[in-house]
Protein backbone atom coordinates (compact mmCIF):
# COMPACT_ATOMS: atom_id res chain seq x y z
CA UNK A 1 0.00 0.00 0.00
CA UNK A 2 1.02 3.60 -1.03
CA UNK A 3 0.20 5.93 1.77
CA UNK A 4 -1.17 9.15 0.28
CA UNK A 5 -0.91 11.28 3.53
CA UNK A 6 -0.84 10.52 7.24
CA UNK A 7 -2.55 11.98 9.79
CA UNK A 8 -2.45 12.26 13.48
CA UNK A 9 -5.85 10.74 15.43
CA UNK A 10 -6.99 13.98 17.17
CA UNK A 11 -6.80 16.00 13.98
CA UNK A 12 -9.32 13.09 12.41
CA UNK A 13 -11.44 12.89 15.51
CA UNK A 14 -12.02 17.01 14.85
CA UNK A 15 -13.05 16.78 11.56
CA UNK A 16 -15.52 13.48 12.53
CA UNK A 17 -16.94 15.69 15.01
CA UNK A 18 -18.16 18.48 12.76
CA UNK A 19 -17.82 20.85 16.00
CA UNK A 20 -19.31 24.42 15.37
CA UNK A 21 -16.45 27.37 14.23
CA UNK A 22 -17.08 29.70 16.87
CA UNK A 23 -17.32 27.22 20.17
CA UNK A 24 -14.41 25.34 22.04
CA UNK A 25 -15.06 21.53 22.79
CA UNK A 26 -13.25 18.71 24.94
CA UNK A 27 -12.89 15.57 23.37
CA UNK A 28 -11.85 12.68 25.27
CA UNK A 29 -11.20 9.43 23.41
CA UNK A 30 -10.83 6.71 25.09
CA UNK A 31 -9.10 3.73 23.75
CA UNK A 32 -8.07 0.22 24.80
CA UNK A 33 -4.75 1.30 26.18
CA UNK A 34 -5.08 5.35 26.78
CA UNK A 35 -7.06 8.00 26.62
CA UNK A 36 -6.43 11.54 24.29
CA UNK A 37 -7.51 14.58 25.83
CA UNK A 38 -8.07 17.53 23.43
CA UNK A 39 -9.44 20.77 22.89
CA UNK A 40 -10.98 21.71 19.60
CA UNK A 41 -11.20 25.76 19.68
CA UNK A 42 -12.84 27.04 16.28
CA UNK A 43 -12.89 23.96 14.64
CA UNK A 44 -9.05 23.81 15.23
CA UNK A 45 -6.66 21.25 17.95
CA UNK A 46 -6.23 23.77 21.04
CA UNK A 47 -4.65 21.01 22.53
CA UNK A 48 -4.14 17.56 23.36
CA UNK A 49 -2.87 15.22 25.97
CA UNK A 50 -2.74 11.46 26.73
CA UNK A 51 -3.53 9.50 29.47
CA UNK A 52 -2.17 6.01 30.41
CA UNK A 53 -5.19 4.03 31.01
CA UNK A 54 -8.00 3.14 28.56
CA UNK A 55 -11.08 0.25 28.68
CA UNK A 56 -8.48 -2.31 28.80
CA UNK A 57 -7.18 -1.16 32.04
CA UNK A 58 -11.39 -0.72 33.26
CA UNK A 59 -11.70 -4.71 32.51
CA UNK A 60 -8.49 -5.77 34.50
CA UNK A 61 -9.41 -3.36 37.44
CA UNK A 62 -13.03 -5.38 36.99
CA UNK A 63 -11.44 -8.84 36.75
CA UNK A 64 -9.36 -8.50 39.62
CA UNK A 65 -11.35 -6.75 41.93
CA UNK A 66 -14.32 -8.60 41.21
CA UNK A 67 -12.60 -12.19 41.09
CA UNK A 68 -13.53 -13.07 37.32
CA UNK A 69 -12.10 -13.72 34.10
CA UNK A 70 -10.64 -11.15 31.71
CA UNK A 71 -13.18 -12.26 29.54
CA UNK A 72 -15.97 -12.21 31.82
CA UNK A 73 -14.70 -8.90 32.90
CA UNK A 74 -14.96 -7.64 29.41
CA UNK A 75 -18.28 -9.22 28.86
CA UNK A 76 -20.13 -7.33 32.25
CA UNK A 77 -17.76 -3.75 31.68
CA UNK A 78 -19.98 -3.94 27.73
CA UNK A 79 -23.20 -4.36 29.74
CA UNK A 80 -22.81 -2.78 33.13
CA UNK A 81 -20.19 0.00 32.28
CA UNK A 82 -17.08 0.65 34.67
CA UNK A 83 -19.50 1.72 37.55
CA UNK A 84 -20.08 -2.12 38.38
CA UNK A 85 -16.80 -2.46 40.84
CA UNK A 86 -14.72 0.69 42.77
CA UNK A 87 -11.86 -0.18 40.47
CA UNK A 88 -13.33 -0.14 37.14
CA UNK A 89 -14.70 3.92 38.30
CA UNK A 90 -11.22 4.60 40.01
CA UNK A 91 -9.87 4.25 36.15
CA UNK A 92 -12.41 6.47 34.48
CA UNK A 93 -11.84 8.63 37.28
CA UNK A 94 -8.54 9.48 36.38
CA UNK A 95 -9.34 9.54 33.05
CA UNK A 96 -12.19 11.98 33.79
CA UNK A 97 -9.34 13.91 36.55
CA UNK A 98 -6.73 14.64 34.38
CA UNK A 99 -9.26 15.54 31.56
CA UNK A 100 -10.63 18.00 34.11
CA UNK A 101 -6.66 19.43 34.78
CA UNK A 102 -6.44 20.03 30.59
CA UNK A 103 -9.68 21.78 30.51
CA UNK A 104 -9.17 23.60 33.37
CA UNK A 105 -5.99 25.19 32.35
CA UNK A 106 -7.39 25.54 28.65
CA UNK A 107 -10.29 27.81 29.97
CA UNK A 108 -7.72 29.72 32.56
CA UNK A 109 -5.32 30.69 29.23
CA UNK A 110 -7.85 31.69 27.19
CA UNK A 111 -10.69 33.27 29.45
CA UNK A 112 -13.51 31.54 27.69
CA UNK A 113 -15.38 28.05 29.41
CA UNK A 114 -15.61 24.88 26.92
CA UNK A 115 -18.98 24.57 25.67
CA UNK A 116 -19.18 20.78 26.14
CA UNK A 117 -16.84 17.49 26.10
CA UNK A 118 -17.61 14.89 22.98
CA UNK A 119 -16.58 11.41 24.42
CA UNK A 120 -14.86 9.07 21.57
CA UNK A 121 -13.45 5.45 21.28
CA UNK A 122 -14.57 2.15 21.43
CA UNK A 123 -14.97 2.29 25.37
CA UNK A 124 -16.76 5.93 24.99
CA UNK A 125 -19.72 3.75 24.32
CA UNK A 126 -19.74 2.65 28.17
CA UNK A 127 -22.98 2.14 30.01
CA UNK A 128 -23.35 5.30 31.68
CA UNK A 129 -20.27 6.72 30.52
CA UNK A 130 -21.73 10.31 29.10
CA UNK A 131 -23.48 10.70 32.58
CA UNK A 132 -20.49 10.04 34.54
CA UNK A 133 -18.25 13.00 32.30
CA UNK A 134 -21.02 15.12 33.60
CA UNK A 135 -20.26 14.64 36.76
CA UNK A 136 -16.50 14.33 37.25
CA UNK A 137 -16.56 17.34 34.47
CA UNK A 138 -19.35 19.69 35.22
CA UNK A 139 -19.78 19.90 31.35
CA UNK A 140 -22.47 18.45 29.24
CA UNK A 141 -21.30 15.28 27.48
CA UNK A 142 -22.27 13.65 24.75
CA UNK A 143 -20.97 10.36 22.29
CA UNK A 144 -19.06 11.93 18.99
CA UNK A 145 -21.41 11.23 15.74
CA UNK A 146 -19.63 11.14 12.85
CA UNK A 147 -22.51 9.17 11.70
CA UNK A 148 -24.55 12.35 10.83
CA UNK A 149 -21.86 13.09 8.27
CA UNK A 150 -22.47 10.62 6.06
CA UNK A 151 -25.16 9.65 3.78
CA UNK A 152 -26.17 6.05 3.94
CA UNK A 153 -29.62 3.91 3.73
CA UNK A 154 -32.32 4.64 6.07
CA UNK A 155 -31.97 1.19 7.35
CA UNK A 156 -28.30 1.60 8.38
CA UNK A 157 -28.71 4.68 10.59
CA UNK A 158 -29.04 3.59 13.63
CA UNK A 159 -26.15 1.15 13.47
CA UNK A 160 -24.26 3.94 12.42
CA UNK A 161 -24.95 6.23 15.15
CA UNK A 162 -24.19 3.38 17.84
CA UNK A 163 -20.83 2.29 16.11
CA UNK A 164 -19.89 6.14 15.33
CA UNK A 165 -17.90 6.44 18.46
CA UNK A 166 -15.62 3.63 17.47
CA UNK A 167 -14.94 4.65 14.21
CA UNK A 168 -14.75 8.45 14.67
CA UNK A 169 -10.78 8.20 13.44
CA UNK A 170 -11.51 6.10 10.53
CA UNK A 171 -14.69 8.47 9.61
CA UNK A 172 -12.55 11.22 9.91
CA UNK A 173 -9.71 10.08 7.90
CA UNK A 174 -11.77 8.95 5.02
CA UNK A 175 -13.53 12.49 4.98
CA UNK A 176 -9.81 14.25 4.56
CA UNK A 177 -9.28 11.89 2.02
CA UNK A 178 -12.52 12.90 0.21
CA UNK A 179 -11.19 16.50 0.38
CA UNK A 180 -8.44 15.91 -1.63
CA UNK A 181 -10.69 14.19 -4.29
CA UNK A 182 -12.74 17.47 -4.61
Not at 61 to 90: D, F, H, N, Q, Y
Amino acid sequence: LAASFFEIEAFATARAGAFPPDQAFGVIDIGASLAKVSIIDGGNLADAHTVNRGGQDITLALSSSLGISVAEAEARKRITGAGEGAAGSAVTARIFGEAREVFRRFEARMGGALQGVVLSGGSALLAGLPAEAERELHLRASLIDPASLLSAPAFLSPLLARAGPEFAVAIGVALRALEDVK
